[in-house]
């Protein structure tokens, strides 16, 4: 069957959800183009370990070809998408639109601070490599900085992980916490400010 002939899935996303649709999805008259902004999939449970220096970030990250290798009805391409037309059928990514036959959206979500964008100077998101890597540094040079303070008190504040103020008195009475969705505000190697 000649490739025009095929039915077009573009699956936006190489989380959890695009990619177990590209691993289990298989149709002799379908090709499927899977469309993320990163070349990578993560496993985002264990970022925590990679950002306190557990686990570096190879070990909770696998390019997605790699995954996919077996799958030569499988295109990966790595972009960023900028928008869609759904009466045309169309994603626009940043260099070139993508016609389809069929959509799937798995683009995964990004760090709420419910409405509070103050929030997150004390409450930094880990969604990414990049934001454990960021967490990691701070970190690290908090306690590289806290070596060769002289000053004890110097040292014990580079040393402290404290928590800045009270998450729970600034939800809503009726939204129950929920501490999946919510960071406790920490300020790692930084003086607290007033």
Known sequence: MAE???SHIVV???GFGGLTFCEHFRHPSARVTLVDRTNHHLFQPLLYQVASAGLSAPEVAQPIRSI???????????????????AKRQVFL???ILSYDYLV????????????PEWEQFAPG?????DALRIRSRVLLAFERAETASDPSEQEELMAVRREWNWRAHL?????????????????????SS
């Open 94 to 96: 940043d260099h070139e």
């Open 68 to 86: 996919l290798s077996d799958r030569p009805d499988v295109t990966v391409l790595m972009a960023q998408v900028t928008g869609c037309d759904l």
């Open 126 to 130: 880990l969604k990414t490599l990049d």
């Open 105 to 116: 959206l798995a683009l995964g979500g990004c760090t709420s601070y419910f409405g509070h």
């Open 12 to 14: 936006l996303g190489a």
């Open 172 to 192: 809503p009475s009726w939204r129950a916490p929920c501490s999946s969705a919510i960071s406790v505000g920490l300020t790692l190697g930084a003086p607290a």
């Open 4 to 6: 025009s002939k095929l």
